[in-house]
């Protein structure tokens, strides 16, 4: 029927996913084994998004003592047409960083408009799936996906220009960098978005330790079993031999270095193996997995002039826990 072939003609290809390889980035199993030997020992938090680790992260985004995308995400919802005025309105190319399933940038199309919607994360199986039921529900929008490792620099594939840009780095992701790898990361953001661009970001306040606490180490065991997880991916791309049952997670607010720090503690004494080495731990000895910098409104207004952004304009929920930002990058 002709009708039928008009809607297959019309139905939405599936979005294009690169992957950008970074020769500043280290082997992951070299990179692990590293962390894994050095005098304080720590797996780095990238390894916790295998497809497992980004479900588990979605399941934390759920949980009652997780605030913040939730609080992130009233913020946005409260102030849209505010915050799409201040970024130059709609038509843009949005560049959505640590995209994870997209469901962030998604609450922001029907408001932004976006030409080009680019999602760039280290989940690349993961980031094609979300992308590719994105796609359907908005066909009009083009949309790739970009692989990339951001610890070793953002680096977007060569693009036509299709509107001013505006970078997306929701959820605080901006706290699991130390503070001077947070600015070199913003300053990256600011020659990525280009002179008429600018940067919407979230970034979570400091508040009282026992909120933080508990939203690093919920009741349910979910925060555990993500951190947990790790080991289980290491295995498979380092070929240690964690056994993830002589673990406990380990999650702590830390207010002179202003972050809640995560750990794997050892059980009881244990040896872990990998291909021509290993490593024994003592009950108790730790292996730290992330870090997530909290920051006063102050002092992460300071970074972004750092990094060279002109200026910024802020928004918070009523009880101050969550901060969006947007930053002009002239
Ligand atoms: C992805 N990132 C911002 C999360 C955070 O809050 O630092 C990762 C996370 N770790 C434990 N819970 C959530």
Redesign the pocket.
């Known amino acids: 029927m002709p009708g039928d072939a008009d809607h297959f003609d019309a139905r939405p290809t599936k979005p294009r996913v690169v992957v950008v390889p970074s020769s500043q980035a280290p082997r992951p199993r070299d990179e692990i084994l590293a962390g894994l030997a050095a005098p304080r020992p720590a797996i780095a ?1 990238k390894y ?1 998004y295998d497809d497992l680790g980004s479900r588990l ?1 979605e399941a ?2 759920q949980l009652p003592e ?1 605030y ?1 995308t939730r609080t992130e995400a009233s913020i946005l919802s409260g102030h849209l047409p505010e915050i799409v005025r201040e970024a130059g309105g709609e038509g843009a190319t949005l560049v959505d960083v ?1 995209a994870g399933n997209c469901q962030k940038a998604a609450r922001l199309f029907s408001a932004l408009r976006p030409a080009r919607y680019v999602a760039v994360d280290i989940a690349v199986g993961f980031l094609a799936a979300s992308l590719e039921c994105l796609q359907r529900d908005f066909p009009d929008i083009e949309m790739l996906g970009v692989g990339i490792d951001l610890s070793a620099g953002l680096r977007l594939p060569p693009m036509d220009e299709r509107g001013r840009r505006l970078l997306f780095y929701p ?6 960098f130390a503070p001077d790898d947070a600015i070199a990361l913003l300053r990256q953001f600011r020659e990525a978005a280009g002179p008429e661009g600018a940067l919407l970001i979230g970034v ?1 306040l400091i508040k009282e330790t026992t909120l933080l606490d508990a ?2 180490d919920d009741p349910l065991g979910v ?1 555990a079993a ?2 947990l997880n790790v080991l289980l991916h290491v295995n498979r791309l380092a070929g240690t031999d964690f056994d993830v049952r002589k673990w406990r997670h380990a ?1 702590f607010f830390d207010p002179v270095s202003s972050r ?1 720090e ?1 750990h794997l503690e050892a059980r009881a004494d244990v040896t872990v193996g990998w291909p021509g080495g290993g490593r024994r731990f003592k009950a108790g000895d730790r292996i730290h997995t ?3 910098y909290k920051y006063t409104l102050e002092g992460f207004g300071a970074m972004l002039r750092d990094a060279g952004f002109a200026r910024s304009r802020a928004w918070c929920d009523p009880r101050g826990w969550f901060a969006v930002l947007l930053a002009q990058a002239r």
Request: proline content about 4%; glycine content about 12%.
């Open positions: 938090p916790f992260f934390i985004t997780y913040l640590g959820g605080s992701s901006i706290g699991n979570d939203a690093y925060t993500f951190n999650a809640v995560m992330e870090n997530s």
